[in-house]
Structures are given as C-alpha cells and as structure tokens.
C-alpha cells in the first residue's frame, strides 16, 4: 500500500448543506429551523444556562452559608519579615506597603508570630497576635496599635 493508494471510506465526507437557497435544495423556506419559535426567528440567541423560561437551576438549588459583607480582611506580616529592617526603627503599614511587603494596607495590618525578631523595632498595626507582642517585647521593642 501507498499513500497514492488510501481513499477515504465512502460516505465520511459530505457537501456542505446550503441553506435557504430553495425548495429544490431540500433545505429550503424555513432552511432547517424548524417552523415556529424563538429558535427560528433572526437574530436569536440565548444565554446557554437560560432553560426556556423554566427556573434556572441556578435558582433552583438551595443556597447554603453565609456571606458577611461587613467583614474585615488583614493584611498578614510575620515577625520573621520584620527582621530585614534596621535597629530602632519605626515600622508602619505604610512602610510595609512602600517597601513592597504587602500590596495594601486593606482593613488593617496584622503581625502575627512565625519566627523570631532580634532587633529592637518600633512596631504600629493594627493587630498583633499575643504570642508577636511577647516576641517583639522581648527582643526589646515596642507595639503601638493603631
């Protein structure tokens, strides 16, 4: 056998169907749409979950939890981050934001205690974590809350 040889398996191909090009062609006056009905009108679309006016399923499921919008999101800082800056230094959310540590501020900083300090900092956010105050206060540093 050669590639000369091979032929595709009759019926595998067909002509393309011509639509609206009269009766003759078969597919003619309504050209495959069918007879009445939103389907058939131009210009029709639907969204694909839209179910024909049946309750979406969407609507149909039970909606479980609950979403508090009053919520406040921290941005998260650890100890551990802290120890890049220089003795005696005053850290606060927007020098966080500004050295590039966190991308906003958001409803707050929050440090939290994932390793250890061993410079004296000068520490405002707007919460602390105990066991991060007891690490700064004992590495010799201050908190302040905001």
Do not use: C, W
């Not at 006016?53 to 998260?76: D, E, W, Y």
């Not at 004296?120 to 201050?142: D, P």
């Amino acid at each position: 056998m050669k590639l000369n040889d091979l032929e595709l398996n009759p019926g595998s191909v067909h002509a393309k169907k011509r639509v609206g090009r009269g009766n003759a062609s078969g597919n003619g006056t309504t050209a495959g749409r069918g007879m009445n009905g939103q389907k058939s009108r131009a210009g029709s679309k639907t969204r694909s979950y839209f179910e024909g006016g049946q309750m979406p399923l969407s609507r149909r499921v039970p909606k479980r939890g609950f979403f508090n919008i009053f919520k406040k999101s921290f941005a998260i800082i650890n100890i551990e981050d802290l120890d890049r800056f220089s003795d005696n230094e005053i850290i606060t959310p927007e020098r966080l934001v500004q050295e590039g540590m966190i991308k906003k501020v958001m409803g707050g900083v929050k440090i939290l205690s994932r390793g250890n300090i061993k410079k004296k900092l000068t520490v405002r956010a707007h919460r602390f974590s105990q066991e991060a105050i007891n690490k700064i206060k004992s590495a010799g540093g201050k908190i302040e809350v905001i």
